[in-house]
Each structure stands twice: as structure tokens, then as C-alpha cells.
């Protein structure tokens, strides 16, 4: 009742100052509320605690940035600065947060966090990588359930999804013999918006991975301000030692089960690992033949376009940590870990931007060209990698200065900057403290989940800089916000927007420089906030 009388005074306030005569408009307004926005006029991304906008650009499903933004209203407090207090309501803490075997509560933020995670381990103790990544957020939000009570019991909510389904996957290959894999699709949240997310294909994809990768998704998501929700999907389908006929045929018969959760408004498939326009080509082409609606406002439902986007984003990212240490990207070293279009992307960015691409690696091992990467080269390692399942040793052939697996670890070169595009999980403690012995500034993730928990700490220990996938990984968001029509000013514009709020986010909490929990904690509110307003749904 405070808040409300508090909320009430204040608007008063603001409706004596305006003009007289128009009082009864802008009663009309406040009465209606956003409802009453023509939907023609209301963007489809950015949230109203972001900025307001004084014109529209072409698409009309953006919001363009006014020069003279409002005050924009902390998603936390009114009040400015992590040392002041909140209005926190005793009713919610002395409510239990779970009532089995007897009411538990809970009497500070940290004390809520480790309840949230033993009823994570006690319901899914099997799936290792959800349980990580739970243990890993919780912890970070911590101090937002000191602050505001009620936000621990939105994430208990949170820590189970709308709805996750498993499905056989038969195909035939090209012997004839009838093969089957397991296809999944988890719908984790739709407080914002309809669910988007990735598709990914690799014998390292089973239910704790997806599990694990649409709760990322979830902050991710929120974070970059606009109206979707979050959505994994994938198989432990190989596609890289597959014909292209064998391929087809499987995303066909992915797509025949697929096509009853997804569609337009309603989940949104994009690529992922593994996933790239071909596959979706194949995805779109089954989809095509079972639903009649395939396009949603004029934009193409799973579009089969390859975008550097995501790449690039990745890159900026970077940028704007490294301008926190009054450095820049001239001349830096950079490990990359893959060779997928993701990497080949960052590579490209970091020519841009005048720094030096490295390595590139693969199942068959790494590359390395100690006089660095250029664009020339760049040109055949795509060229290669164009090809399914072509390895990176065919670059050796074309190049007089590249060294194969030479060194044995590629996380034995020394470099400045890392960006670890690869395998999930391949930075580990061991590969974290060499990066640190040898000098390297920063770890920018370029892919899901590419440092372990372990990894991550021995980063932070070291002094070195960490980016973190839910922050870095935006720029695929972004692209589909903007209908894939992003220029680079704009997309650079959204990366120091995402950036800014993150930061301020962990300054906010005491974690000055901590990318990970100001992402985490940016995107928890704005998700939170929603849930809380929709009740126990």
C-alpha cells in the first residue's frame, strides 16, 4: 500500500504540473494505459525502461533512439546507489519459499539462493549442466533477494520451463538403414514475448544441455530490452561426417514433429551449433509443407539467411571492455577457438578493427600462423570450411608459414585477447591459468557455455577480463529485431546500449566490472518483473 500511495502522490504531482487544458487527455491516457497505443505505432522490441523515440525508422517493428531520451526508472529501486535501502515488504519475507515437509523460509538473499539450488539438485541432480548453470545464477542474484524478497519466489518459478519436449527422430541414411536420434525443444519462457532461440546438432546435445542452454537463453534474451522469449532446440544428430541427402533427410523428419510447437508468433527457430543455412533451408522446406502460414508481418519465418551479425557483435563487445582499460583492438592478438561461420565472422571484424587473428581450430586439431591471419587467408580457411566436413589440416597445404598442432596446446600461444567459438566447455581451469601465465587480457565468449564454472573463477582470480555468452552473444537477438536489415552503426549502437546497462548493473551491485552478473541481473529483472505481474502462471 505504500508503493501505491507513494506512486499515486507522485503522479499526482506530475498531472498539476501539466496544462489545464489538457488534464482530460492525459487522464484519458493514464486511465488507458499502454493498451490504448495503436499496435501499428507500438515497436516490437525495445521495453519502455530503455529510452523513448521521437520518429520511426522504415521498419516499423523498431524503435529509433530520441535525442532527448526521459528519465529512464531504475528496474530495481527508485533510489540511486547499491547503499541505499528498498521498501521491502516484511509480508513476502516471512512467507515460506517451499512447503514441503514443513514451511521454509529464508532470512537473508544468500540463504534464498542456496534453498533455490538444493531444490535444483534435488529435483534434476542428473542434468550437470542445468544444475551449473542454476548454481551459477543464483548465486549472482543473490543480492537482489537481500534487497527484494519477492524476487527469490520468481525465481523459483523460473528455475522450471513453460514446457520441454522430447521426440524420437527416424531417418534413413544412405545405405538404407533406418537410424534414429533424439530431438528436443524446450519452451523456457514467454513473459516477454513469443519464444526464440537456436537449434543445435552435435553428439554433445542431450536434455541437461538443453536444459541448461534455455535458461541461459532466458537473461540473454531479456537483456538486449526487446519482446521474445527464450527457446533451445537441437538433436545429438552429427551432421558433419553426414551426406547431403542423409542431412535432408534428417532435418525433414525433425521438422515433421517440430512443426506442431513451432511457428510464427508462436516459437521462432533460429541457428545454433551445427545449424547453418543449409540445414535450415531443410528445416524451412518441411515446414513450408506441413503449415500454410509461413511469414508473420511480412517477415519470413525461419530465415535461411547468413548473417555475419552475430560475429561481429562479438567483436564489439570486446571493444567496449577493452575501452574500459583505455586500450583498443590495434594490433592485439587474438586466439580464436572453431572455425565455424561464427568464428570466421569474429575474425573477419577483428581485421576490421586492425587486430590479429591467430588460430583457428576443429576436430582434426588447431591452426596456427604466428605473422597472424589476413584477409587472404581468411579466404581459403572459408573457402575449406565452406565444404561439409572438410578439416582445417587441407589449410596447411595452401600456406608456407602455418603451423599444424604446433604447439601440442593451442592455449600455449601467446595472445592478448581469446575468443573461444568452439566446443562448449573448452576453457577449462587448466586452459584459463595458461591464458593468464601467457598475458592474455580478456576471454570474450563467442559461443554457448565455451568456460566451465572452474574456469571462469580462475579468470576473475587472475585479473583477467571475461565475457560472458548471455552478454556476447546478443548481436543474433539484435539481427532479428531489426528484420536482418542491421547497419553497422546501428548494431555498434545496441552493443554499447547492452553494454552500458550491464555495467551499470554490476556497479550497481558491487560487482564493478563483473559482466556476468550484471547480465544475469539486468535480464532477471526484466523477465522477473513480468512474471510477477502475470501471477502463478
Known sequence: MMTISRSYAVASRAMAARPSHLLPYYAAMTARGASAVDPAQRPRGRIDDTATSSSHSSHSSLRSMSSQPKAKKHLVTHEDGVHQNMQLSKSWRSKPLFRRQGDVRFKSGLEAS????????????????????????????????????????????????????????????DAGVTRMNRGFRIQYSSSLGPYEGPLHLGPHINAGMIKALGFDNVFSNALTGYDVGSSV?????????????????????????????????????TMGIGCAE????????????????????????????????????????????????????????????????????????????????????????????????????????????????????????????????????IFD????????????????????????????????????????????????????????????????????????????????????RIYNDVKGAATEFNARGDLFAGGTIVGFLRVANAMLTHGAV
Not at 142 to 156: D, G, H, V
Not at 313 to 331: C, D, I, N, P, T
Not at 482 to 491: A, N, P, Y
Open 114 to 173: 542456496s534453498l533455490l539450488i538444493a531444490e535444483a539438485n534435488r529435483r534434476d541432480m542428473h542434468e550437470t549442466e542445468f544444475i551449473e548453470s542454476i548454481t551459477a545464477t543464483m548465486e549472482v542474484l543473490s543480492p537482489l533477494f537481500e534487497r527484494n524478497p519477492r524476487y527469490a519466489f520468481a525465481a523459483k518459478q523460473l528455475m522450471e520451463p513453460d514446457r520441454f519436449v522430447q521426440f524420437r527422430v527416424t531417418w534413413v541414411d
Open 233 to 269: 532446440g537441437g538433436s545429438d544428430f552429427q551432421p558433419l561426417n553426414k551426406s547431403e541427402n542423409e542431412v535432408q533427410r534428417f532435418c525433414q523428419s525433425y521438422m515433421t514433429e517440430l512443426a506442431r510447437y513451432v511457428g510464427p508468433d508462436v516459437d521462432h527457430p
Open 278 to 409: 543449409k540445414e535450415m533451408g531443410y528445416l524451412f522446406g518441411q515446414y513450408k509443407r506441413i503449415n500454410t502460414k509461413c511469414t508473420s508481418g511480412n517477415v519470413p519465418f525461419m530465415t535461411q539467411t547468413l548473417s555475419h551479425v552475430p560475429g561481429h557483435a562479438v567483436v564489439l563487445f570486446a571493444k567496449e571492455m577493452l575501452k574500459e582499460k583505455g586500450q583498443s583492438l590495434m594490433g592485439k592478438r587474438c586466439l580464436i577457438l572453431g572455425s565455424g561461420r561464427h568464428a570466421r565472422a569474429v575474425a573477419e571484424k577483428l581485421l576490421e578493427y586492425g587486430a590479429i587473428p591467430l588460430t583457428f581450430t576443429d576436430e582434426s586439431g588447431h591452426v596456427y600462423e604466428p605473422g597472424g591471419i589476413d584477409e587472404s587467408k581468411l579466404r581459403t580457411i572459408s573457402n575449406i570450411k565452406t565444404e561439409r566436413g572438410a578439416m582445417l589440416g587441407r589449410y596447411v597445404m595452401s600456406s608456407t608459414t602455418a603451423k599444424f598442432n604446433e604447439p601440442s596446446s
Open 413 to 496: 600461444v601467446p595472445c592478448d585477447l581469446c575468443f573461444p567459438c568452439g566446443k562448449i566447455k573448452s576453457v577449462d581451469l587448466d586452459a584459463a591459468t595458461k591464458l593468464a601465465d601467457n598475458g592474455c587480457l580478456a576471454v570474450i565468449e563467442g559461443g554457448h557455455k565455451q568456460v566451465t564454472i572452474e574456469g571462469r573463477h580462475a579468470l576473475k582470480v587472475r585479473g583477467v577480463a571475461y565475457g560472458p555468452h548471455i552478454v556476447t552473444l546478443t548481436g543474433a537477438n539484435i539481427d532479428n529485431a531489426h528484420g536482418h536489415d542491421l547497419s553497422g552503426d546501428t548494431l555498434e549502437r545496441e552493443v554499447r
